[in-house]
């Protein structure tokens, strides 16, 4: 579904700096759900959903991203004269698990998120997307004609 991909990596985007939301959250900015719900007219309830997914689902992604980081610079320490090979193989594969891991975890949580929103509310974030993902073309467009020019 268009709307899906589209949503999908906007709200990863969007909600996967959580020291960023608490940061914006605390110095009294509008956070990410205060901006969807402007963007499409979230309920307070609505709002109230989201971000109880949200919360449940990031601390566990946080901790599955720490885990990877230390996978890499575990594997980024083995390139040397004297290499691990299995270490490296070892820890390549469990960095696969713990990243698609990751992937579920967000996908899900998109997906909770997505089913709060009404029909109508889907239909305005696509559009909106649309409109966003134009005018980033249009930037690339006209980035790429004042660099060849």
Known sequence: MKLAK???SALVALTLSTP???QQAAGGQPDQVDQLAQMVGLSDDQQSEIRGIIDDMQGEIGELRQEARALQQ???AEIKPDYDEDSIRDNAEE?????????ALSTLMQAKVDSVFTEEQ???LDQRMQQMQQQMQQQRQMMQQQQGG
């Open 95 to 103: 960095l696969g698990e713990v990243t698609g891991e990751i992937a």
């Open 122 to 124: 889907r239909e305005t």
């Open 6 to 8: 589209v949503f999908g």
């Open 20 to 22: 960023a939301l608490a």
């Open 74 to 76: 575990q594997m980024q």
